[in-house]
């Protein structure tokens, strides 16, 4: 598990600069492993991300590592998308690394229906607004909900709870909020 100060969505790429003993182990023990490799991202929702002691959320999302690069000093940067969501069973000692037993987290149905293309036109739009160079991902293979939630500049505490409904018209309402809450901050900053 790596605790972050951020919440992955589905779909969302990670670029990650490990540096800390503790994760140093971590990567080295994914690749000594035959597997597909990947980890449990969390979003730490009190404390810091180094040194330990912070206090993690209970739903986080699996990275798979796209691309791995090993630096002369033995850190380590690379290159993840979150995949599937997951909720914390149990917080497993932290030795060498934070670990945790999970179960998938997955959608119970559809919900109310919405328009997902135009959701995520939305998120494109008021992300450049806000200043950020950001184009419509085209064809998308996860949740609209989740590429509106990572394109658009939306806090942290409002993608963790996208992260937790399981049903994509409960998300859907989720991202409309926090975008409206986003446009009345560009329109205060504009006045």
Known sequence: MFPLGLALLPGAVLPLHVFEPRYRRMVADLL???DEMSFGVVLIE???ES???ETRSE???LARVLDLRVLEDGRFTMVTVGTERFEVNEWLPDD??????VTPLTDTDQGESFDGDALIARAVELARRAGHEVEHPG????CATFVAGTIAPIA?????RLLR???PGERAVAVAEALDDLEAVLRFAQD
């Open 32 to 34: 000594a492993r035959d």
């Open 51 to 53: 040194g330990g002691g």
């Open 96 to 101: 060498p690394y934070p670990q945790a037993s």
């Open 139 to 142: 064809e998308v293979s996860v």
């Open 46 to 48: 009190r404390g810091r």
């Open 165 to 167: 409904l399981r049903v």
């Open 59 to 61: 739903v986080g999302t």
């Open 156 to 160: 942290e505490v409002d993608r963790q």
